[in-house]
Structures are given as structure tokens and as C-alpha cells.
């Protein structure tokens, strides 16, 4: 079965860091873009970050400002993942986090920016809490 399994979320205190991992199932991520994607309580869910084939990443505005460097989207290739590293994290940072998969030729910035972007999987999320 071809699926994305994203993983790594948990409960952490401020200040804490996870390491979010999104791994392809019955196939492998090396051609595709992946995007890592968040949900807020009852906001829209949002891209944090994205990264091509090729590695180019792509942070959107809103995570630039608020995530200012705590965040970094990385690709392990030997392990054919994708992941997210996030450090000092804040309450505001809670919610569930999804990784999307789109064919190579996505722009990383239409992947992370265009609502309604057609991805070709997704994963079913991992989620973060963040509380003291």
C-alpha cells in the first residue's frame, strides 16, 4: 500500500525540541516534493515548510516570522525521509502536523502556499503539544 507515515510528535515542555520524521510507504521520497503542513484547534491547517527533490526549501512568511530559525525541513536520504526539526518550541507551536508528498516538479513554493494544492499523499498527522 502506498501511503506517507509521518511520526515523531509528542508532549513537550517550552523550550523543547522534536524531531518529526515523514517516511514513504511502497515507494520512495527521492522524487518527490514534501511538505510539511500544520493544524492549529480550529484553524486551517497551514505549510510550515517545504523542500524539493533536489533540496531547496521553502519557509512561508508566516513561519519565518514566528518560528524565526527553530525550524528546519531536511532531507535523509540513506533513510528516504523527510523531517522537521523544531527546537525551542512554544505553546503556540501545539497542533497536529501533516507531511505531503507532490510530483518533482512542484515548486516548493506553490506546495506550501497555494490552498487546496493537489498533493499526492498525505500522512495521517503526528501531533505536538507543547505545555509546562
Known amino acids: 500500500q502506498l501511503q506517507l507515515v509521518d511520526s515523531g510528535g509528542g508532549l513537550v515542555q517550552p523550550g523543547g525540541s522534536l524531531t518529526l520524521s515523514c517516511e514513504a510507504s511502497?515507494?520512495?521520497?527521492?522524487?518527490?516534493?514534501v511538505g510539511w503542513f500544520r493544524q492549529a484547534p480550529g484553524k486551517e491547517r497551514e505549510g510550515i515548510a517545504c523542500?524539493?527533490?533536489?533540496?531547496?526549501?521553502?519557509?512561508?512568511?508566516n513561519y519565518v516570522d514566528s518560528t524565526k530559525g527553530r525550524f528546519t525541513i531536511f532531507r535523509d536520504n540513506a533513510k528516504s525521509t523527510v523531517g522537521l526539526q523544531m527546537t525551542d518550541l512554544k505553546p503556540e507551536d501545539a497542533g497536529l502536523y501533516y507531511c505531503?508528498?507532490?510530483?518533482?516538479?512542484?515548486?516548493?513554493?506553490?506546495?506550501?502556499?497555494?490552498?487546496?494544492?493537489?498533493?499526492?499523499?498525505w500522512g495521517k498527522g503526528t501531533l505536538v503539544g507543547v505545555s509546562s
Open positions: 505531503a508528498a507532490a510530483g518533482q516538479w512542484t515548486t516548493t513554493k506553490a506546495m506550501c502556499t497555494t490552498p487546496g494544492y493537489e498533493m499526492d499523499y
Open positions: 511502497g515507494f520512495t521520497l527521492d522524487r518527490y516534493a
Open positions: 523542500i524539493s527533490s533536489s533540496g531547496v526549501t521553502y519557509y512561508t512568511t
